[in-house]
């Protein structure tokens, strides 16, 4: 027995929660697929950070849209995700980082956006006490913050559900296939068929798109992440650096999350990462002559999310290039969780205005194929 | 003063050094292997045999003939050419046979190629309301204080629970001139039917005769109540007093220091995080590690021994630890392996070592009251979260461990999970009307034990231990 | 709660707890030198700062967490005791970069 719906959304991330979620919001009745459970991999599992803050110009616009959302999360999935926004600082460890923060700045100001502000060192002491004396400076994105990752992607599939999406959870979307206008997705022994199917499989999704015909150069990875006993509260902003990869975070409950972008590997057949512990140490010696006081804490956990990597950094959003009523959602490179329920919305209004406000041009598949005449 | 690995590679690396890793280094040793015993403890013995070469409790009777046993594994082990390292914490390892091992607070790296863990067991989770006061311990951490420091209670002082190891415990302290106000055995009344069938391999078994004499002892001093129901600790800060239902009587006593105990459950946490596959044992409520006869778990060159493979009890983990040897040699040194005892004789004495383990295991299965609390009552210490708020998180649409943590951080704390893993599995089967391996257990993480990060950050470099630009 | 059996007869260590001699024996864990004393070695948690003592003396529960020689969070049932050997009992969460 073939089901009926109006959208197939394949991925139970942060992303094809925020889909699913944004479909019903429209008068839609979706089905959203998730092999494990949602939140599993990387959208449940990955640091939190709420950043507008270092990105890739073509994705901003897509950040700032969704960070309007964030201000309002609670509105949204009836859940605060723990979303503070304490801002977001990009720490210079010398004036040669400074002064690539600077010309960075200035660039955003050319094209008209203004989130990223540079700071002083005066500044930077006062946002962030306790970081190194040496460092002259940075950039604030004051908005930005962060949030619980899993409860995030969590309360977003709860209110999707509410709202009448149909969750299949534990069941992976097999057999994939377009039919007479309608696309048609077995889970386990149901199949559902709709005009609409949405591939926001995360680290999954690059093998769906190859597929259906549009092969992507996309890698999986999986970023690692640690996290520290609690400890008292010292820092509010969340912390990133210029030169080396660390990403630095005190929770409310004091416990301190230490990632950056060093890179377990992944097992992805087994949902399994083996972590990497001479990339920890350094994302340990970074924290230290960083934070000094950071000595003593002790790391009670590490762990990697597995997630799909572009080739050139920036996600795969957009229609296919290819087939009516697919669209794509995935390859967000280690920075999507931010941007989840700003490009939930988007999609939406992609697919049932067949148009955005938001400027997500540079996004699209079609940017891998040379065009043809 | 404990020092690091001599080596960075091993034939064969043993973690723990109870009956069955013990007996597992000595004999992979014995077959020419190069073995590295790693240990958490001050010295060999591990749970069982705690303190065996240091005890101040020197009068054999007082701990018993079966304790001393340890002496004789010990000193196979110091006879063999294996390198021994206590106060070794393993943090890590991986499918790759990587260990990370904190050595006097430095960390080193060795690669196995087999590794054996004889990581044992823990007490069963003993949530009743008032578990976390001060003056709660388990009857375990009594025994082991008892051992090693010839420390007995001189308090008012109640045991509960049930199990060989409850009675035990007490004869030990009665020997040793401690005090023991009460004891209240919560064995199930309906055990006793259900494990009927089963009594004839264990009236053959030497836990019987041993058992029946230590329970005489221990009931012609104490006073013992049998058939209890209900169980709370109270006090404010400090247990001041234990309240229970026997026979449909509510009484509460005052107490200074209540022993818990209801049996023990496999140490899974290092196996699980290497990613060996494990399924919920419905004889013995607990994950158990999916293994061959030979000890071998799912992940290539990882084999379990001892009662971290299952329980079994001190005396088949010793033949466990030596199978599992064996099996490290055939594959390593066919030669050699072939000099050691022969498999037929070692599973022979795995056989007779393993009589009237089913009685016990169905006579001391733990009454579901006492595994699956309610309301107030903490569940995981660590995070204090008590089993009313996971039933919320349930209700909200939690629907095993891994997603309970997104809600309460149950099983985050440095315990990561070894006090509440088992009872949240349980109770959330409960909840929502599936078995516990539908439900599953958290996904465990190294470093299994906490580290500091000046200790991590003191590691070795890699090599592409490159500069990136930032991406958070 | 515990006393020491009289034939025990380890060659005595002494041990500072909150800067207060206290005796202990040699190859005492330093958990289990706490509970020997007459002390008040009771812990308070950084998540409520509920009252706590060891729970399983093993190494599982880390109830026994405790300050020795200035680091914090050690599992107190897991290290022996040395002479002049200086033991913080934890008051909630404890200060780090102290």
Redo the contacts between chains.
Sequence with gaps: MTKNVDAIVVGGGIHGCSTALHLCLAGLKPVLIEKD?A??HAS?VN?G?V?QL?RHIPEIPLSIRSMGIWEKISDLVDDDCSFENYG?V?VAENEEELAVCRARVAELNTLGFTHEELIDATELRRLVPAVAETCPGGVVSRRDGAA?P??TT?AF??KAEQLGAIVR?GVAASNIRQSEGLWHVDVGAESFAAPVLVNAAGAWAGTIAATLGEPVPVETVAPMLMI??RVPHFIDP?V????????FKQFK?GTVLI???HLATPYQD?N?T?????????S??T??ELFPV??????????AGIEAKMKD?IPVFGPSSRHKGLYHQFGF???GFQLGPGAGAVMAELIVNGGTQTRIGDLGIDRFYSPTL | MTVAPKREDYDVVVIGAGPAGLAAAATSAEAGLSTLLLD???GPGG?VFR?IA?T????RNQLGADYWVGADLVQALRASNAEVIH?A?VW?L???LEI?VSVG?ASA?VKAKRVILATGA??RPFPIPGW???????A???Q??LK????????RTVIAGQGPLLWLLAAQILR???RIDRILDTTERGNYFAALPHAFAFLASPYFRKGLSMMREVKAKVQVVSGVTELAASGD??LAGVSYVAGGKRETIPA??LLLHQGVVP?VNLAMAA?VDHRWDDLQLCWSPVLDASGNSSVAGIAIAGDGAGIGGASAAVVRGRIAARAAAEALAPAAAAKLPALATLRSDLAKAERGRTFLDTLFRPAPQFRIPAGDTIVC????VTAKDILDAVA?????P??L???R?TG?????G??CGLTVTELMAQARAKTPQEIGYY?L???V??????E???????E??I?????? | ??????????PPVQIFVDGIAVAA?Q???VS??L??SSCDV?RS?A??G??????????????C?VTIDG?G?RQG????VTEGMQIEIQKGKREIGK
């Excluded at chain 1, 990133?240 to 990403?247: A, Y």
């Excluded at chain 2, 210490?381 to 204090?384: G, V």
């Excluded at chain 2, 034990?449 to 000046?454: D, E, F, N, Q, S």
Aim: net charge positive; charged share 25%.
């Design positions: 459970y939140g599993r449940g640091a950070g950043r270092a977001q990009l619980n899993a409860q969590t599939r709860r959870e520290t006993s969340v990133i650096l210029r030169g080396r990869k660390l990403s409950n990632g950056g972008g087994r399994e083996v972590l990497d512990w001479k990339s920890l140490a350094t340990a010696r924290v230290f950071m000595r003593d804490a002790t790391i009670v956990r590490a762990w950094d490179s280690l920075h | 958490e403890n001050i749970q303190a240091s101040p409790v020197t009068e106060r914490t890590s991986d499918r790759n990370a607070g790296f823990l007490e976390t006061l001060p003056g709660v311990m388990t375990g951490a009594a082991t204080m090693s420091s010839a420390l007995v209670p001189d308090r040793l001139g401690g800060g400090q200074d220091l140490n990613g210490r660590c995070e204090e909200i649409g939690a629907t095993g891994n997603q943590k997104a809600y951080r985050m704390g440095p315990c990561q070894r006090l996904r993480r190294a470093p034990k906490p580290i500091t990060l000046a991590l950050a003191a590691v070795p470099k890699s592409d231990d500069k990136a630009v930032v991406r958070g | 709660m515990f006393k020491r059996f009289e034939q025990d007869k380890r024996r190859g005492d864990t289990a030198a509970l020997a009771r948690t998540v409520s509920a009252l706590r003592l060891p729970y399983c003396m093993m190494g599982v529960c880390f109830d967490l680091v969070n049932c897991l290290v022996p």
